[in-house]
């Protein structure tokens, strides 16, 4: 079966919002002299543009799965420092956070690992956890408004 234009769009949509919300984030960043990126906001790309109507692609989940996960990891990393345990501890309380607190977003489960082999700083919760989650979500929002996809399903 041949491959329509209207399919292919589809396919490029999610790679074409994506490579925007790291180009602006880098660009602002640079410009702020600050840091909004971190690995795993690559992976928030693939939910926010790919699964736009997910549960995990929301803005409360984005947000705040990213800040609650890193302020766990920043806890841990203070209260017990870096060794197996305490990182495995970590991810699994960022976890249970948040289920409890309905912001599940699975990339976020990396913040407390990238926060404890990096030895970030209680300021990594700003910048750039906090304005980087919420420049992907107001790219995504005018993302999707120019192609028509509905996001966000629900703010908070």
Same mark, same amino acid.
């Given at each position: 079966? @041949? ?53 995990? +692609?929301?803005?409360?989940?984005? =947000? ?24 495995? &501890? ?6 249970? &956070?948040?289920? &409890?607190?309905?912001?599940?977003? /699975?990339?976020?489960?990396?913040? /407390?690992?990238? =926060?404890?082999?990096?030895?970030? @700083? ?10 980087? +989650?919420? =420049? &992907?979500?107001?790219? +995504? ?6 192609? @028509?996809?509905?996001? /966000?399903?629900?703010?908070?």
């Amino acid at each position: 079966m @041949k491959p329509t234009l209207q399919s292919v769009f589809k396919i490029l949509i999610p790679g074409v919002g994506g490579f925007l919300a790291i180009l602006i984030c880098s660009l602002f960043g640079d410009a702020a002299k600050i840091s909004l990126l971190m690995a795993p906001f690559g992976a928030s790309c693939v939910i926010a543009f790919a699964l736009p109507q997910s549960p995990l +692609a929301q803005p409360r989940s984005l =947000v705040g799965g990213h800040v609650l996960s890193t302020l766990i990891g920043l806890s841990a990393l203070t209260a017990f420092g870096t060794h197996a345990w305490s990182m495995a &501890l970590a991810v699994g309380a960022a976890i249970t &956070l948040m289920q &409890l607190t309905r912001t599940l977003h /699975p990339p976020a489960g990396a913040d /407390p690992l990238l =926060v404890m082999l990096t030895g970030a @700083k209680w300021s990594f919760l700003f910048t750039p956890v906090l304005l980087g +989650a919420l =420049v &992907l979500v107001l790219v +995504a929002l005018c993302y999707h408004r120019v192609t @028509k996809v509905a996001y /966000p399903n629900k703010w908070w």
